[in-house]
């Protein structure tokens, strides 16, 4: 039954429906090359640190915050993650910063997770190994959309002959305004 939860953590960082935390993965990649996965990888685990968190507190029921407030500021976190790359360009930004404010996205977007997983957990006795199957299945999701956008990113600017700097730009536009029309969409909620 624990291999079910490490699956049903898998497919809900991949599923296609649920694409706001995808866009928020695809916003930490796009600063960094396939040369750069040490840094890459510290600020994945980062988010992995805030989310794993917000994860357990949440789904324990030790914090509750409304559901469609979560649902507005997680992409509202996409939306200045990619404000913040346009901002930076092709600079590095300050990496304790970028490491900080997305360890706080994490918190974030762990919150929204844990609305999914409650749901699932109904039947179990125990949390503790489902909450970390459904984990470990969240974070196997992650790294496979590193490895796709490091890819995409190498793809782009040896084959496409993109230069870094419009990388940045047309991936953090790109992601910035989904963020912006997913905000305008769940906005209204939170004030229901």
Request: with cysteine.
């Amino acid at each position: 039954m624990l291999i079910e939860y490490l699956k049903l953590g898998l497919e809900h960082i991949l599923d296609p429906n649920g694409y706001d935390h995808i866009l928020f993965i695809l916003t930490l990649c796009v600063m960094y090359t396939h040369r750069e996965c040490k840094p890459l990888l510290i600020l994945v685990t980062a988010f992995t640190v805030g989310h794993s968190i917000t994860l357990a507190l949440a789904t324990m029921r030790w914090v509750t915050v409304s559901t469609p407030l979560i649902e507005a500021l997680i992409p509202l976190t996409i939306l200045i993650s990619s404000v913040f790359n346009v901002a930076t360009g092709e600079h590095k930004p300050n990496l304790r910063v970028q490491y900080i404010l997305t360890a706080v996205f994490g918190l974030i977007h762990g919150l929204g997770f844990s609305n999914f997983l409650r749901s699932m957990l109904g039947r179990e006795e125990s949390l503790f190994a489902p909450l970390l199957f459904f984990n470990v299945g969240l974070e196997v999701g992650q790294l496979a959309v590193v490895l796709f956008a490091l890819l995409a990113q190498w793809t782009a600017t040896t084959y496409g002959k993109l230069s870094r700097k419009t990388w940045i730009l047309v991936i953090s536009f790109l992601t910035g305004s989904v963020a912006i029309r997913l905000l305008l969409e769940r906005l209204p909620a939170v004030f229901e």
